[in-house]
T-cell receptor, first 115, second 115 residues
Framework: DAGVIQSPRHEVTEMGQEVTLRCKPI?????LFWYRQTMMRGLELLIY????????DSGMPEDRFSAKMPNASFSTLKIQPSEPRDSAVYFC?????????????FGPGTRLLVL | AQSVAQPEDQVNVAEGNPLTVKCTYS??????LFWYVQYPNRGLQFLLK??????LVKGSYGFEAEFNKSQTSFHLKKPSALVSDSALYFC?????????????FGAGTRLFVKA
């Protein structure tokens, strides 16, 4: 398996622009997680899905952020409009099941810079 | 509320010496505990987890961790450090009792292994 795939790997944009980050989870995994990593705040869980349904979005910082999972093999995280404080590395992770079997597999991340 | 503390921002150790990376946690019920490692410009990789049973958990790359319920700790250890172990290490916790799959990560500890 190719592992969790994220695109783009790097994104530079200007304040106010829309940004869309993409994730393809490992085939067969039924949980998908979006994280944000910054020096100041560390690794934060933004939202996670189970079987394509959002379960907990309490970590989404504000309404400018939205996430979708239209099918089992694709998810997007959108920021509209983007702001400089959104600059971070965004990770997608997937796992198969929960409880004792939960091991999250992380993608390489998307490094976002908002100017 | 659940939380994780990694009291050391950085740990320095000489190659061949034993290493310990500390982690303490707080949950309302029984915990699931995890260690992840992050190499530069890469996503997190799973090292090991404690779910139940034996307090000493063995994981990837020769790492192990000991669950200590009375001290609410889950320190990561390795008998003989390698230069290639230099990376950022994250401890994470999830409360079995609260349901859901929200995993809380510590701030991370940077490990430097000197040749």
């Amino acid at each position: 398996d190719a592992g969790v795939i994220q695109s783009p790997r790097h994104e530079v944009t200007e304040m106010g622009q829309e940004v869309t980050l993409r994730c393809k989870p490992i085939s067969g995994h039924d949980y998908l997680f979006w994280y944000r990593q910054t020096m100041m705040r560390g690794l934060e869980l933004l939202i996670y899905f189970n079987n394509n349904v959002p379960i907990d979005d309490s970590g989404m910082p504000e309404d400018r952020f939205s996430a979708k999972m239209p099918n089992a093999s694709f998810s997007t995280l959108k920021i509209q409009p983007s702001e400089p404080r959104d600059s971070a590395v965004y990770f997608c992770a997937s796992s198969l099941g929960g409880g004792a079997t939960e091991t999250q597999y992380f993608g390489p991340g998307t490094r976002l810079l908002v100017l | 509320a659940q939380s994780v503390a990694q009291p050391e921002d950085q740990v320095n150790v000489a190659e061949g010496n034993p290493l310990t990376v500390k982690c303490t946690y707080s949950v309302s019920g029984n915990p699931y505990l995890f260690w992840y490692v992050q190499y530069p410009n890469r996503g997190l990789q799973f090292l090991l987890k404690y779910i139940t049973g034996d307090n000493l958990v063995k994981g990837s790359y020769g790492f192990e961790a000991e669950f200590n319920k009375s001290q609410t700790s889950f320190h990561l250890k390795k008998p003989s450090a390698l230069v290639s172990d230099s990376a950022l290490y994250f401890c994470a916790v999830r409360d079995k009792g609260t349901g859901g799959f929200k995993t809380i990560f510590g701030a991370g500890t940077r490990l430097f292994v000197k040749a």
